[in-house]
């Protein structure tokens, strides 16, 4: 139901309790300055008959609202806007295909609680609000985007919010309209090395190098590099970290197969285990197999160590595992496998503290920043 003509206009939707969205709207009356400290609300039988709801509803809605010390008086002199709400939101913009629910997404679910609990972040949002947006998609917003109901919401929430900055998380960088639509307000942004925008990026070279290391130095020559990342171009930041190691270990040139991710991520595992299986037949056939087998991403491991397990490969002659994973995010491949892990936290923290600079007008330090990893070795 639409009541116009009045500050107190509310549109009423069946799917939420109608006492929460009499209170949500206040609030943001309240916050956008349609309503000012001191000015009279109208009775709530008023307010009742006006929205076509339960006098008790607005009754509880205003209850809420007093306690909180947002709104103040009675039924004898009736009731008034109290306090102005020192309030503002953080938006967090989740722009890549998958949905946070999806199992492809541990690692942004992982980063945005990291962020949730991150004390400078929690510091950001005393009298501030956070709100995420999931779903917003990796590419250029086109028209079917552009109707989907998480692009909706967020085009209703900024025109009805006082934003005072946004997160961004993004999966397969592309240009996207959500920078556009962020202009002007201050702005973090996690992306991949190949970024220009990205603040904070994972440091690919650094893994390239120290991966390799960690397997030479645990005796292994011949290592076999099952390459998942999406740049395919000679001078690719892992490849380079691969051939500085590979220079300073003496080792051979490490052999390369390049992974494509199917169209559908949640086939991912199984286009993984299918892959395997021929790299296994081939070295089988061959004869010629590695002593180690390097894995750029821990969802495509959980796909491949079920054919490893499978071959029955001799994992007591030294067939040794390693793959890219994060911290504190962990599978049950069911055999031994060592990790190179990415910390969520440090990722989060390096958001918050590049976004409280930028809140403050602070001079900016040398962007991005590179978040580096560590080798881990399986306890098993």
Known sequence: MVQKGTDFDIKLEPTAFPHVQIEKRFKQLI???????????????????????????????????????????????????????????????????????????????????????????????????????????????????????????????????????????????????????????????????????????????????DAIRFMAGKGCRRIFYFRTMDDTTCDALDLQGIRRAEREAGLPPVEIHQFVYPADLNDLPLVAYESMIRLLDQWEKSGQWPDALLVSDDIVMSGMAPALIRRRIPWQRSLRTLTMANEGIFHDYGIPIDRYEFSPCDIARNLTRILKSRLNNETADKWPVKVRGKAVECAG
């Not at 998609?137 to 985007?145: A, E, F, P, V």
């Open 31 to 209: 916050q956008t300055g349609a309503l000012s400290k001191g000015q009279k609300i109208p009775s709530l039988r008023k307010l009742a008959d006006q929205w076509g709801v339960n006098f008790k509803t607005v009754q509880r809605a205003m209850r809420h609202l007093k306690e909180e010390g947002i709104v103040g008086g009675g039924p004898r002199f009736g009731m008034f806007v109290k306090n102005e709400i020192d309030q503002a939101i953080i938006g967090v913009l989740f722009i890549f295909s998958p949905r946070l629910t999806d199992e492809v997404a541990r690692f942004q679910r992982a980063i945005f609680e990291s962020l949730m609990t991150e004390a400078e972040f929690f510091d950001l949002q005393k009298n501030w609000t956070c709100r995420a947006y999931d779903g917003l998609g990796n590419r250029q917003i086109n028209d079917s985007l552009k109707q989907s109901p998480s692009y909706r919401h967020f085009l209703d929430d900024l025109k009805n919010y006082p934003f005072k900055g946004f997160v961004q998380i993004h999966g397969s960088f592309g240009e996207d309209e959500y920078s556009r639509l962020c202009t002007g307000l201050p702005t973090v942004r996690f992306g991949s090395p190949h970024d220009s925008r990205a603040d904070v990026i994972l440091d690919y070279e650094s893994f390239g190098h």
